[in-house]
């Protein structure tokens, strides 16, 4: 894992040096725009973004289902794409650039109230955010006002969870300073030194433990609230539509994957997989066993339940993310009808 420190700890040093102003400003900057995928594709081809280069954790379902051979077996060509952020996949949705991207469920949500024709086919529903320290000065939520905080972008997932954490012992956003580090860069900005509290996942807090620093948590998002949901793979309702039968087949493999990924057995396999995301085999495992206990990915379920995406919009309105006259309701934002007929075919070829 040492091997990115360099690179990106430079990179981190001289964003830091202009200052919060100019940090702010590059919460919009990505990677570039990949171009509009060719008509020329195969026709049984879809291609899905991922947020994190390398991915977040969040990415290994579909890397094993990719690897794994789900994906060919249920006669679908999935192209796994990376972005610097979640928001970034998905305006590469919204562009037509792909087909589908997994989204921050409070970033997706805000989209949809402002109209664009956005819908959620597959969800996550349990949240791991939380906002972890490596300085002794850091003991409260209350310590962290005036900090530099790690987060992926303005309005991206971290960001957003951050806000709902700072709620905790009253303090917003502006309370602040959001550095921006998107990926598995948070992490490494601090064990390097350069920021000392960031929004992290459970993989990263098993990362610093590996490289022997003590990365602490002071707040994390279920303290505040464990019933928001966390992320949904999103497409246009045009390409809910052209690619309907595909959609289903993509999303019978991630059904086999995630029971594959529950199995014992598998976690060895999983593991060697996951490395895609930067961790080395003995953090993926730790990480695993944490997610897997915590039913991230959800197993046999969409991960689209009325009562986490109701109180997310909820939460978001409180925020100000979302305005209140503009609300969506459940119905608005998911089509589970995709994952259902998916369930039932895993199933029936499963008899």
């Not at 360099?6 to 990505?30: E, F, N, P, Q």
């Not at 589908?100 to 969800?123: N, R, Y």
């Not at 807090?205 to 966390?230: C, F, M, N």
């Not at 995406?309 to 995709?338: F, Q």
């Amino acid at each position: 894992m040492k091997r990115f420190v360099s690179g990106r700890v430079a990179r981190i040093a001289a964003v830091l040096a202009v200052g919060g102003t100019l940090l702010l400003s590059a919460a919009t900057a990505g990677t570039a725009a990949p171009g509009r995928h060719s008509a020329k594709r195969a026709a049984n081809s879809i291609v899905v973004g991922l947020p994190g280069i390398p991915p977040v954790f969040l990415g290994v379902r579909p890397y094993v289902a990719l690897q794994a051979g789900y994906y060919k077996k249920w006669g679908v060509d999935v192209t796994l794409k990376g972005f610097t952020t979640g928001t970034d996949a998905v305006r590469a949705v919204q562009a037509g650039q792909i087909d589908a991207a997994w989204s921050p469920t409070p970033f997706a949500l805000t989209l949809i109230s402002k109209g664009t024709p956005l819908v959620g086919i597959e969800g996550m529903d349990k949240v791991d955010w939380l906002v972890g320290v490596n300085s002794s000065s850091l003991r409260t939520c209350a310590d962290l006002k005036g900090q530099n905080i790690g987060v992926d972008s303005i309005g991206g997932a971290r960001y957003a969870a951050l806000q709902a954490m700072l709620t905790k012992c009253k303090l917003t956003i502006q309370d602040v300073h959001p550095v921006v580090l998107p990926g598995n860069a948070a992490i490494q900005a601090m064990l390097a030194g350069q920021i000392h509290a960031s929004v992290l996942h459970l993989d990263d807090l098993a990362e610093a433990s590996k490289q022997g620093e003590p990365v602490r948590k002071i707040l994390t998002l279920t303290q505040v609230d464990p019933y928001q949901h966390y992320d949904m793979l999103v497409a246009t309702k045009d390409t809910v539509a052209a690619k309907r039968a595909l959609l289903v087949k993509m999303l019978a493999a991630d059904i086999a994957a995630t029971r594959y990924m529950y199995n014992p057995k598998a976690l060895n396999r999983v593991s060697q997989i996951a490395t895609v995301t930067g961790h080395d085999v003995s953090v993926n495992k730790v990480a695993l066993k944490e997610y897997l206990a915590l039913k991230w990915w959800p197993l046999d379920r969409s991960g689209l339940g009325i009562a986490p995406i109701t109180r997310t919009i909820y939460e978001n309105v409180k925020l100000g993310n979302i305005s209140e006259g503009a609300a969506p309701k459940w119905k608005d934002v998911v089509d589970t009808s995709l994952w259902k007929r998916a369930f039932t075919l895993v199933n029936r070829k499963k008899r």
